[in-house]
């Protein structure tokens, strides 16, 4: 009998007599399962196994828990059904981690009749905070067909208690183009007990559930606006200090909303919007954009009344691209009246402003 493991167990090393913890995932021969033995006791569901290593032939008896099983097979379902999770394993992640932010890629893999990748943000910022992302990457870069529609899930493997951090989704594959994120924070990933990063050892993971070609949907459209389902506004709020005294534009810190990093600009009684208040949305990541693609975003961008609740807030919608990345209002207010302690938009020389965005869909020209 022959198999392979994905186990977090305790190992007894038969013919050195030293007891080991260690992942093991190699290649087994001669495996035999046994009743309980007194040096080493599970529980009722617990196997002891007898193996032997075909590559070094050292033999080991190991006692093996079901719930350490990584990809465990669910009740009722044949494994037919479905395409087998692909695994993706780095071994020594902190010499990636240490290079700070950056893309690593898996090699192509075969699934549902098309090639994919797997995309590793080893550093993911949004807000603030610090992730490690996990994307699916078409891969199809020479293929004639126009877009794939692809049903599937990302994981990230807790190799020590089998509570993996999954993602399932649906996407809309160009070539090249990437999916949703399952991300993970990096102070979880790295702590001891998630069991995310063992030994300095990770594994990620995609399984393909069903992929199709979509070419056919399009012939004949020039232009195409496709609409996303989630149209939860992300609210940001800058609480900006000393806004009187700035002489130039001022930024606010990156955010991120509908897949896509955002900041807001403002212009105090600056030369461009001079005896007036300027407000922007900017697309910080619009260079990305292909030139046939544009976000259709409805967003307001609003001034808050600290005193009487009496908001100033503007709504508009835009397509934003590589050539659009910034919408906003030149004359969002005039300057006299941001000044006016009745108004309630300046305490001590402060004013917070927010931003609603809501990512409507994507535009491509075909």
């Given amino acids: 009998m022959k198999g392979e493991g994905w186990w977090n167990i305790n190992v007894e090393c038969v013919r050195a007599r030293e007891e080991h913890a260690f992942p093991c995932g190699g290649r087994w021969d ?43 097979k669910e009740e009722g379902e044949e494994a037919s059904e479905r395409t087998d999770p692909f695994r993706w394993m780095i071994d020594g992640f902190s010499t990636i981690a240490n290079r700070g932010a950056d893309m690593y890629y898996s090699r192509s893999f075969t699934a ?12 993911l910022e949004e807000d603030g905070e610090k992730y490690v992302g996990l994307y699916l990457l078409n891969d199809d870069a020479d293929s004639k067909i126009s877009e ?34 399952c991300k993970v924070a ?64 001022l930024i606010s810190g990156a955010f991120e909303a509908g897949g896509y990093n955002w900041c807001i600009w403002l212009y105090p009684n600056v030369a461009t919007s001079k005896d007036c208040l300027g407000v922007f949305l900017i697309m910080d990541n619009a260079a990305s954009l292909s030139s046939k693609t544009s976000v259709y975003v409805d967003f ?48 001590d020389d402060t004013c917070i402003v927010e931003a609603s965005v809501v990512v409507l869909g994507v535009d491509t020209i075909h």
């Fill in 30 to 72: 001669d495996i035999t399962s046994h009743g309980d033995e007194d040096d080493l006791r599970g529980g009722e569901d617990d196997l002891l196994l007898h193996l032997r290593d075909v590559t070094w032939g050292y033999e080991q008896k190991v006692m093996a828990s079901p719930k350490y099983v990584i990809n465990p």
């Fill in 112 to 123: 549902c009749g098309f090639n994919w990748k797997l995309q590793l943000a080893s550093v």
């Fill in 148 to 181: 794939i529609k692809a049903i599937y899930k990302l994981f990230i493997y807790d190799q020590l208690h089998a509570e993996h951090i999954q993602k399932e989704g649906e996407n809309y594959f160009h070539s090249k183009s990437h999916g949703f994120c």
């Fill in 186 to 249: 990096l102070n979880k990933f790295n702590s001891l007990k998630s069991g995310l990063l063992v030994n300095d050892r990770c594994v990620f993971g995609a399984q393909i559930m069903e992929a199709f070609a979509c070419k056919s949907d399009k012939e004949g459209i020039h232009e195409s606006l496709s609409l996303n389902k989630d149209l939860t506004p992300r609210i940001y709020s800058w609480v900006i200090k000393d806004v009187s005294k700035s002489k130039d534009k």
């Fill in 300 to 347: 307001s961008l609003c001034l808050l009344d600290l005193h009487n609740a009496n908001h100033r807030k503007l709504t508009v919608k835009h397509l934003f691209s590589s050539k659009s990345a910034s919408w906003g209002f030149t004359k969002f207010l005039s300057w006299k009246e941001v000044q006016d302690p009745s108004r309630g938009f300046l305490l």
